[in-house]
């Protein structure tokens, strides 16, 4: 079946201007989460949806950061006012959340994104 | 504040030789540690997922060991080849909703 997809696959933007990021879950995964890798580091978590609850936003490291998600469908990431240091490859994942011991994160390709 | 460390950060071997890759985690009370891996320009994979309760998984020429106590892991790679050059990441649950990564370890096999 279909894996996480995401768009766009890259981004180059301006400093000051908004973007998007979309990503599509594995269909029947209630669970789907925002991840930022800067150069040569680890990943960073920034935002989990689980079905209708309350999404953990614990992550975002500013106010200019926001997601939506669309039931248990597709999210948006949206970065205002774009910085320079906000360049990183943007990776989302889902998962069916059913047990917490064995739950695995199935991750999609990521977005790359340059603020020039 | 859970942390997570890899060593080395980078490795290259010859082609047949076994490694290990190591990771650390300062808080043990996890529910599992997963070891990834990631290919330029691609997402992650998953190759081992090591349940809080158990010591380790295996999967073909991968053995993955879980020390919770003191808070490591190992990868072990035998017969290592070409197609293993990638970034492996090692991750913890502490919670429902994150996993903490480590920084990678950069992997070259060398023909």
């Known amino acids: 079946g279909a894996g996480v997809s995401q768009s766009p696959s890259n981004k180059v933007t301006e400093k000051g201007k908004d973007v998007e990021l979309r990503c599509d879950p594995i269909?029947?995964?209630?669970?789907l989460y925002w991840y930022r890798q800067r150069l040569g580091q680890g990943l960073e978590f920034l935002i989990y949806?689980?079905?209708?609850?309350?999404?953990?936003k614990s992550g975002l490291p500013s106010d200019r950061f926001s997601a939506e998600r669309t039931g248990e469908s597709v999210s948006t990431l949206t970065i205002q006012r774009t910085q320079q240091e906000d360049s990183a490859v943007y990776l989302c994942?889902?998962?069916?959340?059913?047990?917490?011991?064995?739950?695995?994160?199935?991750f999609g390709p990521g977005t790359r994104l340059t603020v020039l | 504040k859970q942390e997570v460390t890899q060593i080395p950060a980078a490795l290259s071997v010859p082609e047949g030789e076994n490694l290990v890759l190591n990771c650390s985690f300062t808080?043990?009370?996890?529910?599992?540690l997963q070891w990834f891996r990631q290919d330029p320009g691609k997402g992650l994979t998953s190759l081992l997922l090591i349940q809080s309760s158990q010591r380790e998984q295996t999967s073909g020429r991968l053995n993955a060991s879980l020390d919770k106590s003191s808070g490591r892991s190992t990868l072990y790679i035998a017969a290592s080849q070409p197609g293993d050059s990638a970034t492996y990441l090692c991750a913890v649950k502490t919670s429902g909703s994150r996993l903490t990564f480590g920084e990678g370890t950069q992997l070259t096999v060398n023909p």
């Open positions: 808080d043990s009370a996890i529910y599992n």
């Open positions: 269909s029947g995964h209630t669970a």
């Open positions: 994942a889902s998962s069916l959340a059913q047990r917490i011991l064995t739950d695995t994160q199935y």
């Open positions: 949806f689980q079905g209708n609850s309350a999404p953990d």
